[in-house]
């Protein structure tokens, strides 16, 4: 099912809307089953659809209450007041919320699973638009779920709509048939509660095939990390979106095959081939015609609780 949402969120940011905007909210949370407040983040896409409906991606951090770190991927549609150059604007979302949620069945937080699963994800916004395209945002989240805890979040932050990049740009960021070889670094985050590190590292080879879509294919070592070390190869898709003239936000979905050395002791099978799913959050940069930099946050996801967070920095050369 996570496979679906995925398709559901790439569908969204693919969109050719005139007007389209990104967020980042923050604030604090409540979480009803173990009756906590903890911090909120929050990470947008919105593209408009007319002058009062419009649609959504959304990245949504819940926070670290007692014995559930949770965090999730949601898809909203809005309707809201017709939206002014300048002053105040309102909105109520709702949509489906595919979560990810690091819990424990035993009270002990040495023994973690990573639970998955579908709800849904409810919004009422109140923005102050300021000239510039920029705005000020509060919201109301409502998150809720199949009995791993709801909770509601008030947020606040800043959003920007984003300008049209004159075609001459985008052509030096992206056209039809560049190729890209990158090498990566950074870290691996096991998603448990002591979040246990270790470095990580990838080479990733792309292909453009428009100026809003690539493939790429990524050999990825995810290091060694107490009983667990592993390695294998990413294939994704990429939608693109230029945000400024020499800077472009991706969005990438596919598939991870990787031998996965859970207990490196072991003679009995101290390795296992899994493929599983993993998406991807990303920014790149154009230093040169030829070179690029990039910023990319992947999420690996299991069935065996062991999901991770892959953080990385990489530079590469178009050719």
Same mark, same amino acid.
């Given at each position: 099912?996570?496979?679906? %949402?995925?398709?559901?969120?790439?569908?969204?940011?693919?969109?050719?809307?005139?007007?389209?905007?990104?967020?980042?909210?923050?604030?604090?949370?409540?979480?009803?089953?173990?009756?906590?407040?903890?911090?909120?983040?929050?990470?947008?896409?919105?593209?408009?659809?007319?002058?009062?409906?419009?649609?959504?991606?959304?990245?949504? %951090?819940?926070?670290?209450?007692?014995?559930?770190?949770?965090?999730?991927?949601?898809?909203?549609?809005?309707?809201?007041?017709?939206?002014?150059?300048?002053?105040?604007?309102?909105?109520?979302?709702?949509?489906?919320?595919?979560?990810?949620?690091?819990?424990?069945?035993?009270?002990?937080?040495?023994?973690?699973?990573?639970?998955?699963?579908?709800?849904?994800?409810?919004?009422?916004?109140?923005?102050?638009?300021?000239?510039?395209?920029?705005?000020?945002?509060?919201?109301?989240?409502?998150?809720?779920?199949?009995?791993?805890?709801?909770?509601?979040?008030?947020?606040?932050?800043?959003?920007?709509?984003?300008?049209?990049?004159?075609?001459?740009?985008?052509?030096?960021?992206?056209?039809?048939?560049?190729?890209?070889?990158?090498?990566?670094?950074?870290?691996?985050?096991?998603?448990?509660?002591?979040?246990?590190?270790?470095?990580?590292?990838?080479?990733?080879?792309?292909?453009?095939?428009?100026?809003?879509?690539?493939?790429?294919?990524?050999?990825?070592?995810?290091?060694?990390?107490?009983?667990?070390?592993?390695?294998?190869?990413?294939?994704?898709?990429?939608?693109?979106?230029?945000?400024?003239?020499?800077?472009?936000?991706?969005?990438?979905?596919?598939?991870?095959?990787?031998?996965?050395?859970?207990?490196?002791?072991?003679?009995?099978?101290?390795?296992?081939?899994?493929?599983?799913?993993?998406?991807?959050?990303?920014?790149?940069?154009?230093?040169?015609?030829?070179?690029?930099?990039?910023?990319?946050?992947?999420?690996?996801?299991?069935?065996?609780?062991?999901?991770?967070?892959?953080?990385?920095?990489?530079?590469?050369?178009?050719?």
């Amino acid at each position: 099912m996570h496979k679906k %949402n995925l398709v559901i969120l790439l569908a969204l940011a693919s969109g050719a809307a005139a007007a389209q905007d990104t967020s980042l909210l923050a604030g604090g949370l409540n979480n009803n089953k173990v009756h906590e407040r903890s911090f909120g983040v929050e990470l947008g896409y919105a593209q408009r659809l007319n002058e009062v409906t419009s649609v959504s991606a959304e990245y949504l %951090n819940e926070g670290h209450p007692s014995k559930h770190h949770r965090d999730g991927l949601g898809a909203q549609f809005w309707l809201h007041t017709p939206v002014p150059e300048n002053g105040a604007s309102f909105a109520v979302g709702f949509g489906p919320y595919y979560y990810f949620d690091t819990t424990t069945g035993f009270g002990a937080a040495s023994d973690y699973r990573n639970l998955h699963g579908w709800g849904t994800l409810s919004s009422l916004s109140a923005k102050w638009h300021l000239e510039k395209r920029g705005y000020i945002e509060m919201r109301l989240n409502h998150t809720k779920t199949h009995g791993e805890g709801d909770s509601n979040s008030l947020l606040i932050g800043v959003g920007y709509e984003l300008k049209n990049v004159p075609e001459r740009e985008r052509e030096k960021t992206e056209r039809k048939g560049d190729r890209l070889l990158m090498v990566q670094g950074g870290q691996a985050i096991v998603n448990s509660f002591e979040s246990e590190r270790a470095a990580a590292y990838g080479i990733e080879y792309r292909d453009t095939v428009t100026q809003n879509m690539e493939w790429s294919v990524t050999a990825l070592n995810e290091g060694h990390i107490g009983l667990i070390e592993r390695r294998g190869a990413a294939a994704q898709l990429w939608l693109l979106r230029p945000f400024t003239d020499r800077t472009v936000l991706e969005l990438g979905g596919g598939g991870y095959l990787m031998r996965d050395r859970i207990n490196r002791d072991s003679a009995i099978e101290p390795s296992k081939t899994h493929l599983v799913p993993i998406a991807t959050i990303g920014m790149r940069y154009r230093f040169t015609p030829d070179w690029r930099g990039q910023l990319s946050w992947s999420r690996v996801i299991t069935d065996y609780h062991r999901d991770s967070d892959v953080l990385l920095i990489g530079v590469g050369k178009v050719f």
